[in-house]
């Protein structure tokens, strides 16, 4: 293939998987609006935060009725529901309640798409990367058909606004504006708490602004919580919600965190069956892995001297940790990645290395198989027994996936070189 050749076929293969793109994303808002969503749980729960009632109430298909408006579909799909999420979603999803449920959920969506492409286009400004036009009709395929974004549209998610304020954080950290910076970072903390391990970052880069930033509007935060959720609601998320999360999701098919991968070898749930019931083997290792890779983690970052490039590496790396060391990850959250693999991205530009060419590429696809899909298929096939451990290891290409991306992220640390010999014996 010359040269000439190759642009015109990356287009059209670019605007194929662009029309195919459009088709899968119409058919996951379609999914959203008569599948019990994500979405769904935070609309109730601000409905019933509207009627003075508890978010984590179990809603009977009655009460459904009444909250969900507009959405006659999907109650008769669902005829329960009970919230699970934080309290802080349902004052965010608030002000949609002024909408039907089906109107709320395609604004939602679309705001999802629009924050999608904003994060890729704003992390390719900041990084000053230029993509010819066929690559970027390309790209842009490939990013329309990527399976955690169209999971994210068909789950109705809300990952895609935490990783705008995550990497907002980052730009305001780039600019010394540190204020907001922790600001962002608390109101991605109040939706998950996983991004709490940023402020390991700020701790060991000594961004004491910022840290100071974060406690201050996120104890705020939590005092408007407690005033509008209610201190009954907002204890029994901190007491009840988050261990049964914990309890039933730790090691359920889909979450590709380390800390899941282990529970699921010497645990197991209702759907996995482990290679040995050793549950206090895998509290252990997940204790143990979990301060190996935050150690680690601090440890990288503090040992670089401070040079912008260095503060941005060590930023995306925490993108990477945190969804690798989080008890719970799924696939809608992979947009967080979207900073590492801008800078790889630009490194593949500017200087292609071979080795971490391939292992950039194949983190790419590990982390992009349809581990939904699969988990779907596995159930189909040893339905009524569970799956067995060793069918189980299907999901642990994207956990392999991160600590791939991890290696080759922490490879960009630059050091300053040494200081020259004397030459007096000194």
Same mark, same amino acid.
């Given at each position: 293939?010359?040269?000439?050749?190759?642009?015109?076929?990356?287009?059209?293969?670019?605007?194929?998987?662009?029309?195919?793109? &459009?088709?899968?994303?119409?058919?996951?808002?379609?999914?959203?609006?008569?599948?019990?969503?994500?979405?769904?749980?935070?609309?109730?729960?601000?409905?019933?935060?509207?009627?003075?009632?508890?978010?984590?109430?179990?809603?009977?298909?009655?009460?459904?009725?009444?909250?969900?408006?507009?959405?006659?579909?999907?109650?008769?799909?669902?005829?329960?529901?009970?919230?699970?999420?934080?309290?802080?979603?349902?004052?965010?999803?608030?002000?949609?309640?002024?909408?039907?449920?089906?109107?709320?959920?395609?604004?939602?969506? &679309?705001?999802?798409?629009?924050?999608?492409?904003?994060?890729?286009?704003?992390?390719?400004?900041?990084?000053?990367?230029?993509?010819?036009?066929?690559?970027?009709?390309?790209?842009?395929?490939?990013?329309?058909?990527?399976?955690?974004?169209?999971?994210?549209?068909?789950?109705?998610?809300?990952?895609?606004?935490?990783?705008?304020?995550?990497?907002?954080?980052?730009?305001?950290?780039?600019?010394?504006?540190?204020v907001p910076a922790g600001i962002l970072i608390s109101l991605a903390c109040l939706m998950k708490l996983f991004?709490?391990?940023?402020?390991?970052?700020?701790?060991?880069?000594?961004?004491?602004?910022?840290?100071?930033?974060?406690?201050?509007?996120?104890?705020?935060?939590?005092?408007?919580?407690?005033?509008?959720?209610?201190?009954?609601?907002?204890?029994?998320?901190?007491?009840?919600?988050?261990?049964?999360?914990?309890?039933?999701?730790?090691?359920?098919?889909?979450?590709?965190?380390?800390?899941?991968?282990?529970?699921?070898?010497?645990?197991?749930?209702?759907?996995?069956?482990?290679?040995?019931?050793?549950?206090?083997?895998?509290?252990?290792?997940?204790?143990?892995?979990?301060?190996?890779?935050?150690?680690?983690?601090?440890?990288?970052?503090?040992?670089?001297?401070?040079?912008?490039?260095?503060?941005?590496?060590?930023?995306?790396?925490?993108?990477?940790?945190?969804?690798?060391?989080?008890?719970?990850?799924?696939?809608?959250?992979?947009?967080?990645?979207?900073?590492?693999?801008?800078?790889?991205?630009?490194?593949?530009?500017?200087?292609?290395?071979?080795?971490?060419?391939?292992?950039?590429?194949?983190?790419?696809?590990? &982390?992009?198989?349809?581990?939904?899909?699969?988990?779907?298929?596995?159930?189909?096939?040893?339905?009524?027994?569970?799956?067995?451990?060793?069918?189980?290891?299907?999901?642990?290409?994207?956990?392999?996936?991160?600590?791939?991306?991890?290696?080759?992220?922490?490879?960009?640390?630059?050091?300053?070189?040494?200081?020259?010999?004397?030459?007096?014996?000194?």
């Amino acid at each position: 293939m010359n040269r000439s050749t190759f642009p015109r076929m990356a287009t059209a293969i670019g605007a194929m998987l662009i029309i195919i793109g &459009i088709i899968l994303v119409a058919k996951r808002l379609l999914n959203a609006l008569i599948v019990s969503t994500d979405f769904a749980q935070d609309y109730v729960a601000a409905m019933a935060l509207r009627s003075g009632t508890s978010i984590y109430q179990r809603f009977t298909e009655t009460e459904l009725r009444s909250l969900m408006s507009g959405s006659e579909r999907l109650v008769h799909v669902r005829q329960e529901l009970q919230n699970f999420h934080p309290p802080f979603n349902a004052l965010l999803v608030l002000p949609l309640t002024l909408f039907p449920y089906d109107i709320a959920a395609l604004l939602w969506a &679309i705001l999802s798409i629009i924050l999608y492409f904003w994060v890729w286009w704003f992390i390719g400004r900041e990084l000053a990367i230029t993509l010819p036009r066929h690559w970027l009709v390309l790209l842009t395929g490939l990013a329309l058909c990527w399976y955690p974004f169209q999971a994210h549209l068909a789950l109705g998610q809300l990952s895609l606004l935490l990783t705008a304020w995550v990497v907002g954080s980052w730009s305001m950290l780039r600019q010394r504006r540190d204020v907001p910076a922790g600001i962002l970072i608390s109101l991605a903390c109040l939706m998950k708490l996983f991004p709490g391990l940023l402020l390991v970052y700020l701790l060991v880069r000594r961004r004491w602004r910022a840290i100071g930033s974060a406690v201050v509007s996120g104890g705020g935060l939590f005092l408007l919580i407690l005033v509008t959720v209610g201190p009954d609601d907002t204890a029994r998320y901190l007491t009840s919600i988050i261990p049964h999360d914990a309890e039933h999701y730790g090691s359920v098919v889909g979450n590709f965190s380390l800390p899941a991968t282990i529970k699921r070898l010497f645990i197991g749930n209702y759907l996995v069956r482990p290679l040995v019931e050793a549950p206090p083997v895998a509290t252990t290792l997940v204790i143990l892995s979990s301060l190996a890779g935050v150690s680690l983690l601090a440890w990288q970052i503090g040992r670089v001297p401070p040079a912008p490039e260095n503060e941005t590496t060590a930023f995306a790396l925490v993108c990477v940790a945190m969804l690798l060391l989080s008890p719970i990850s799924w696939s809608h959250a992979l947009p967080l990645l979207a900073l590492p693999a801008g800078l790889l991205l630009r490194d593949l530009q500017a200087s292609p290395r071979p080795t971490t060419t391939v292992l950039f590429l194949l983190a790419l696809f590990l &982390i992009s198989l349809p581990d939904f899909d699969v988990a779907y298929w596995l159930m189909q096939h040893y339905a009524p027994e569970r799956i067995p451990w060793y069918a189980a290891l299907l999901f642990f290409p994207s956990t392999i996936g991160l600590a791939l991306f991890w290696w080759v992220v922490s490879q960009r640390f630059q050091f300053q070189p040494e200081p020259p010999a004397t030459g007096d014996g000194r």
